[in-house]
């Protein structure tokens, strides 16, 4: 089975305090994704990576950056976070443009102060 | 994308057939349908997709309706693992949206004893 790990599983910030949050598959996956999923409410697509190749969401807000150093690995930067951004962060993988599932990590659940 | 209409809820007794439905009336030829469902506090788990044919796998069935606008997930004997939040999603496969997943709202299924 495909494993998207994520850590850690809860992260607590300050209001202003840049915070990273790590994903990392073992499948040599191709195309890794983030989501942001507030409560009671369905998972946002950020932004994704297709190998190197990195594709924005036109609404995703300059606050959220992302860097994928290699193909394993994939970061989710908040340079700035606000009391808005505390949320659920999932983390997804699949192996290429034409496969079909995506496999998501647990997420990381973001507590912001 | 096409968007997904999904009822908020749905209860279903343990053992007994879970019937969820979704209405996708505007998914275009080159576009599929998926179901995830996501258990509380963990990361959605994809469940079953098709295109155009009804499909069958160890968790579920999938009816798709001849004019693709709609569709219906079968857990044919749900059980309280089963109770869980279920997406519909309708994904591209070409264009500049290939292969990006926009969430519904979703279907709350619980599974009662």
């Known amino acids: 089975d495909a494993m998207v790990i994520q850590n850690p599983r809860y992260q607590v910030t300050q209001f202003g305090k840049p915070v990273t949050l790590s994903c990392s598959q073992t499948l040599n996956h191709n195309v890794m994704y983030w989501y942001q999923q507030k409560s009671s409410q369905a998972p946002k697509l950020l932004f994704h990576y297709y190998d190197k190749d990195f594709n924005n969401e036109a609404d995703t807000p300059d606050n959220f950056q992302s860097r994928r150093p290699n193909t394993s690995f994939c970061f989710l930067d908040i340079r700035s976070p606000g009391l808005g951004d505390a949320a659920m962060y999932l983390c997804?993988?699949?192996?290429?443009?034409?496969?079909?599932?995506?496999?998501f990590g647990p997420g990381t659940r973001l507590t912001v102060l | 994308d096409a968007k997904t209409t999904q009822p908020p809820s749905m209860d279903c007794a343990e053992g007994r057939a879970a019937n969820l439905p979704c209405n996708h009336s505007t998914i275009s030829g080159n576009e599929y349908v998926y179901w995830y469902r996501q258990i509380h506090s963990q990361g959605p788990q994809y469940i079953i997709h098709g295109l155009k044919n009804n499909e069958t796998n160890e968790m579920a069935s999938l009816i798709i309706t001849e004019d693709r606008k709609s569709s219906t997930l079968i857990l044919p004997h749900a059980t309280l693992r089963d109770t869980a939040v279920y997406y519909c999603i309708v994904r591209a496969r070409r264009g500049h949206n290939f292969n990006k997943f926009y969430f519904g709202s979703g279907t709350k299924l619980n599974v009662k004893p």
């Open positions: 997804a993988s699949q192996a290429g443009v034409e496969t079909d599932t995506q496999y």
